[in-house]
Structures are given as structure tokens and as C-alpha cells.
């Protein structure tokens, strides 16, 4: 759910105003300027804040929702995010330590339960690609980048104690237990259409099984490397946002890359441009391009569940009804080739 801090009778704008009030407190933390601001951006998962500084560089707040990751967590994300900058030469974002030197802080204010974590980020230039846009080219690169990652998480001697989300079937198609909610749960969510989606979950699960975890096909991935999580600049597609990095297969990166626009014109174009810079740093086998639709479906069915349980937010309303209703057509495609 978006925030178990807040009882029924407050309301989303509530919400955004304690954790605007949160975030400005805060940024005492990191020594900020008594200048300086933080403006709202995006709200999903964790609150996102864009901060003006009077006296240096705009950087990024990143307020963390309760519930979902802890402390350790975070500091494996973190870890990875610098590895992958270290060692894989990587365009990451970079944490900022607070006053204390520390890379996680934590800070409390009136109307939230609990503490929250805070992480403030160095400001990564860039526009996030349009839908409407030429995205072969971005899709090529990110393909390239993707494939780094992957290798890099192959490679990588993990610290001890490492800690992050599963992205298993189980836990994305899993129903009320799933990490986002049950899809089940989606607008306009009818028995017709629920049946079909119902056929598609069991045919997902049971080709999964079939194509196996071996250390080739599941490790670490980013996890949520959609339009909104890309940032080009000079011709070069850079991934931020981490927060849903965890273990999974390593094709889910690219039913991520497809999300929200699964039943875009040009989808054939954009997985042969994402296929063909994937494979210039690493192997990709025929077998395994013949699943990427499965993990395609696999991502919309979990951005279905996303979207019943976060219906506050404006990315929920932005996609409404019509999200199911294309779903399932999207579903009865599949399960035509697939069921």
C-alpha cells in the first residue's frame, strides 16, 4: 500500500503536505542553506524531492516510504549503485553523505507515525524519453546498459548480510501476499477480464518453471527501468533509481523497460533495438529471446497490482480504467501464442 502511517480518514493531500513539511526539516541534515527548498517531484514507492540550494548544485531527495526496505536494505542498494560506478564505469547516481557522514539519514515530524529514511543524491542531468518520441536509439543503449549490469552482478562478491527484494512469480503474481498487492485488484477489474488474466498468470508461472533460475537467467537486476527512470543526455541513456533493485531474471529488466507502454506500435522495433545492444556485452540466447514476452506480461500484471493498491497517486489515475481493458487484450495475444 502507498503509506500505513495514514489512517483512512486522512486523505493523499494530507500525506503529500506532511511529507513536503518532512523533507524541508530535514535538510538540516546535509547542512543545506537555510535557502534552500524541497519540491515534490514524484511520489510511488518513496517521495522523490527535487532541492534548490542558493549556494551549490540542485540535488535529489529521495524520502523513503516505511515498510518497504530496510535500513540494510538500502545500504545494499546503495553498494551496488557505487560498485556499478566503481567497477562497470557506470553513469549511477551518487549519495551524498549527511553532516555525520552518513550516507542514510533519519528524521521524524508531526502527523507521520514513524521515522522515515532519507538519501540525498548529486543531480544527474538529463530529459526522461517521451513516449511519443524516437526511442530505438535510447532502447539500443539501454539494451547495451543493461547487459553490464547484469555481467557486473554476475561478478560482484555481494557484502555480507546483502539484503533486497525477490522479484520471484510468487511475489509479483502472488496475489494479497505479492510485494505490490494482487492484480486482482485493479480497476474495472470485471469476472471476464479477471478470468483471462487468471489463464495468463498460470501460463506465466508455469513457463517460468519451465525456463529456470539458472545463474545466467536470474541475479541482480534494477528491478524498474521504465521511461520515467531514464534520463538522456548528449545522445546517452542513463538509469537511475534503484529502489526496486533486487534478485530476479535478468529478461524482467527488459519487461520493465516496456512498462506502461506494453502495447506501443513500434514494441516489435523497440525489443529488436533493446535484443541488438544487449547482445554487443553479453550473450542472449534464442531460448531466452523467445521468453521476453513473458516477461513483458509478467511486468504488466504486476503493474495492475501496482495500480490497484497506489490508486492515490497520479500515475494510477493518469492510466485508470483502460489500463485493465488493454491488459487483457495484451493477455488474450499472449495466451494466442503462448496458453
Known sequence: MLDQTMSEADSHAELVDRLH????????????????????????????????HPDRERTVLRVHREQYHTRNAIECELAWMEALREEAGLHMPEAIPGADGAI???????????????????FIEGEEPEETGDLEAPFVQLGAVSAKMHDH????????????????????LGGPKAYWGDWRAAPAMEPQAEAVLERMAETIGRRLEAFGKPEDRWGLIHGDIRLANLLIKDGDTRVIDFDDCGLGWFLYDFGTALSFIEDHPKRAELTEAWISGYRQHRALSTAEEAEIPTFV???????????????????????????????????????????
Open 21 to 52: 513539511r518532512l523533507a524541508n526539516a530535514s535538510l538540516h541534515l546535509w547542512n543545506a542553506s537555510e535557502n534552500a527548498s524541497a519540491r515534490l517531484i514524484n511520489l510511488s514507492e518513496n517521495a522523490t524531492f527535487l532541492v534548490e
Open 104 to 122: 542514510i539519514q533519519t528524521s521524524r515530524i508531526g502527523g507521520l507515525a514513524n521515522p522515515r529514511h532519507l538519501v540525498m543524491f548529486k
Open 153 to 172: 552482478a554476475q561478478r560482484w562478491r555481494r557484502p555480507a548480510g546483502f539484503e533486497r527484494l525477490v522479484w520471484s512469480a510468487e511475489n509479483i
Open 297 to 339: 506480461m509478467m511486468r504488466r500484471m504486476h503493474l495492475l497490482a501496482w495500480i490497484g493498491s497506489h490508486s492515490q497517486t497520479d500515475l494510477a489515475k493518469e492510466q485508470g480504467p483502460d489500463f485493465t481493458r488493454v491488459s487483457v487484450d495484451l493477455a488474450e495475444d499472449y495466451l494466442g501464442r503462448f496458453g
